[in-house]
């Protein structure tokens, strides 16, 4: 059947602004005390009207309203009605929700997109989904569930945690004095848990602390940066940040892969890189820097994220803003 060119236009035109709106980035905002979202541009698209609400993940973000959590669509539909004590973010298209059972304990499950409860409450913890897994707690004991709620890798370990880069910490022993090392999606041991404290896999390493010195392993279990930071965070874009010192004098600096350091230590905190930039805080504020260690924003924040799609969030002492990588406001500091 042959349509009119009228109704084959409208249809363009749905089709496309269904598309932009589902392809464009909202910020989470705070007007007057309430919290709501605005484009890229600074435009307000989802007006102030939530006690709180978070980045989107898969299209959704979670939005509290009279004590409860939902999910708004990037048009600023309630697709998913406040209802939940706590939700996670929308991963692999499922979320994390909380109910209360009693007045202390709390039972996991999870919802999908359409706000269906897809595995039940029957967890005392849980994480997110990555790689069709989420650890969660049974017993005191955790494992891996897949997303039909099927227990992959039984309950056996004192915690667990979600994967990334195809690996997933998990330890053994007990939460004190126990060992961390790191399992596969199969829930095979792949790196032996003989680690005091581990971080996340990313760029095929992950942060380790042996004997009290902190160190980087590859997947293969060997040690790649052997142990001697006094602390060391994960790898993102070639470099991680390590601190020389104990935590209240010692400094932070930035190691590549071959473990050399590459921007000196100088910094009381510092934060992965995102996008080719970091956030790194000297003598109380926090500002960026370039992967040369070059200052690209002058200290100046109280709070600084990292940067996704050419903006970070900030905090000042006039509230919560948003910046580009020039340090432009396109969103003013506001509370």
């Not at 707690?137 to 227990?151: F, H, Q, T, V």
């Not at 969030?313 to 910046?323: A, D, F, N, P, Q």
Request: aromatic share 12%; hydrophobic share 35%.
């Amino acid at each position: 059947m042959k349509l009119p060119g009228r109704t084959i236009l409208i249809a363009t035109v749905m089709l496309f602004t269904s598309s932009a709106l589902a392809e464009q980035r909202l910020l989470p905002i705070v007007q007057g005390g309430k919290h709501g979202f605005a484009d890229k541009n600074g435009k307000v698209v989802v007006n102030a009207q939530y006690e709180s609400a978070r980045d989107f993940h898969d299209g959704l973000a979670a939005v509290k309203l009279d004590g409860k959590w939902g999910f708004i669509n990037a048009e600023g539909k309630r697709v998913i009605e406040p209802q939940y004590d706590n939700v996670g973010d929308f991963h692999d298209g499922l979320a994390r929700v909380t109910d209360k059972e009693g007045v202390l304990k709390k039972k996991h499950g999870f919802i999908d997109r359409e706000g269906k409860l897809v595995i039940g409450y029957e967890f005392e913890n849980a994480g997110d989904f990555t790689n069709g897994l989420a650890p969660v707690e049974k017993n005191d004991l955790w494992g891996y569930a897949d997303k039909s709620g099927k227990m992959a890798i039984p309950t056996q370990f004192s915690s667990a945690k979600d994967f990334s880069d195809g690996l997933a910490e998990v330890k053994s022993g007990g939460d004190v004095g126990g060992k961390c090392g790191y399992v596969d999606t199969k829930g095979t041991l792949a790196i032996n848990p003989r680690f005091e404290n581990c971080g996340l896999f990313n760029d095929g390493l992950a942060p380790v602390e042996l004997n009290d010195k902190w160190g980087f392993v590859g997947k293969n279990g060997e040690m790649a940066i052997e142990a001697q930071f006094d602390h060391a965070q994960h790898f993102s874009n070639g470099l991680a940040a390590v601190r020389i010192g104990s935590i209240l004098t010692g400094k932070f600096g930035y190691v590549d892969k071959s473990g050399q350091m590459k921007i000196n230590p100088q910094f009381a905190d510092a934060k992965p890189f995102y996008e080719d930039y970091a956030a790194v805080k000297i003598e109380g504020k926090w500002g960026y820097i370039d992967n040369q260690g070059k200052t690209i924003i002058p200290t100046q924040f109280e709070e600084a994220g990292g940067f996704e799609d050419g903006l970070a969030r900030v905090k000042t002492e006039s509230g919560y803003g948003w910046i580009d990588k020039k340090g432009n406001y396109v969103w003013p500091a506001t509370k």
